[in-house]
């Protein structure tokens, strides 16, 4: 059988980097080659590529990677229906996130551990990169669309049923540090492979940045190739107390650790989440290189306005919000991740830093930095191919396209 090969030249960004005379070469599911074009045609095996054309004026980014994702297309992955989750993932593959896990809401145990089973199938065939679970031991009073119901003080018991039924594929887990037990909870993801995510928090500002600094610790003496040594924020801003000068509260801890690099910030910058003001502020405060951009995208996200489900919870969108029926919280978002980065360009981020924040970094936080979000050699031809609007022609997984 004859592997397929082509080149595309257009204008590369990857990695912080721009390479406006570029060419991106790839052989079955490989990079061949990715840099400049003078350097790709002095190859002696540079004609056994042929090209395939692209607009002028386009722009060819890695395959994005969403680390916080709760569903799409009418499913949600805490609901294990096996076809129209699956369906999810190959529509936000085609929406270029060709890498990303697969949300779980606060439930009712059961439902979480068979959920999990599912997704590890998933996760084991190649579909997603692995499991995020939101909870359940979060913040009653900051638990937004996570269902209070099923709130738990931190269970180490649970965590071990959830590993179990995550079958090695679960990579993050929200927590809210003030609960008694948190770190016993850290240590134990940790020593399972787990990235700790504080979040839906009611903490000071002392709780939250002593509990990223434990869990920064606890990750850096794991000692594991290619695991992150920081832990992240779910959601900065969003299921925790706003900012205030007299109790800063954990936002303010949260971009303090960021700056000294002990954590990872996620945003969610879909202009209803964050403002475009403060999406660019962070990015200002922190750097990019400390950002997480993701999605949280929920059901709806690919639909219309109407009615879903997130989790055991109802939700109403309307004018692509989200919102709890039952309160009108914000339960989720509706944008694409590559929808996120381009409402980040459009707040003021440049897009070489808004590309790295969901691509290189996002890799690096699940022990793929050598495998996807970089267009390397050797690395999976996962890319997209963007106009000069940063609208999204082609995209190419495995260096297929989709």
Do not use: W
């Amino acid at each position: 059988m004859t592997t397929t090969r082509y080149a595309l030249f257009a204008t590369l960004i990857s990695d912080g980097l721009k390479v406006t005379d570029g060419v991106l070469a790839v052989e079955g599911d490989r990079i061949r080659f990715a840099g400049n074009r003078d350097d790709f045609t002095a190859l002696p095996d540079a004609a056994d590529y042929p090209v395939r054309e692209v607009a002028p004026g386009s722009i060819i980014i890695p395959g994005l990677i969403d680390l916080h994702c709760h569903g799409a297309l009418g499913a949600d992955f805490s609901s294990p229906d096996h076809e129209s989750v699956t369906e999810a993932i190959e529509y936000l593959h085609r929406s270029g996130t060709t890498t990303l896990l697969a949300s779980l809401v606060t439930a009712e145990p059961s439902s979480m551990t068979e959920a999990a089973e599912l997704l590890a199938e998933l996760a084991e065939a190649g579909k997603i990169a692995g499991i995020h679970a939101e909870g359940p031991f979060l913040s009653e009073a900051r638990c937004g669309a996570q269902d209070p119901r099923f709130l738990q003080e931190p269970d180490p018991g649970f965590v071990s049923e959830l590993v179990a039924a995550s079958r090695g594929q679960l990579r993050t887990m929200t927590y809210a540090p003030e609960l008694e037990g948190t770190e016993e909870i850290i240590e134990q993801l940790v020593s399972h492979g787990v990235v700790p995510s504080l979040g839906h928090t009611d903490a000071s500002a002392q709780v939250a940045s002593d509990s990223l600094r434990f869990a920064r610790e606890q990750l850096r003496s794991a000692g594991v190739d290619g695991f992150t040594e920081r832990p992240t924020v779910t959601h900065l801003f969003n299921g925790m107390p706003s900012l205030h000068h007299r109790e800063p509260g954990p936002v303010a801890a949260c971009l303090e650790e960021a700056v000294n690099r002990n954590a990872f910030v996620e945003l969610i910058a879909d202009g209803v989440h964050l403002s475009p003001d403060t999406v660019r502020l962070v990015y200002r405060l922190v750097g990019g290189g400390n950002i997480l951009l993701v999605s949280d995208s929920m059901a709806a996200t690919g639909l219309d306005d109407g009615q879903y489900t997130l989790g055991p919870q109802e939700v109403t969108v309307s004018n692509g919000q989200a919102r709890l029926s039952s309160d009108n919280s914000l339960a989720g978002g509706t944008c694409t991740l590559l929808q996120i980065v381009q409402h980040a360009v459009q707040a003021g981020v440049s897009l070489v830093e808004a590309v790295n924040s969901a691509t290189s970094i996002p890799a690096s936080l699940i022990g793929l930095a050598d495998e996807v979000g970089s267009l390397h050699y050797g690395f999976a031809a996962d890319a997209l191919v963007l106009d000069a609007e940063l609208q999204l022609v082609q995209t190419i997984r495995n260096g297929e396209y989709l």
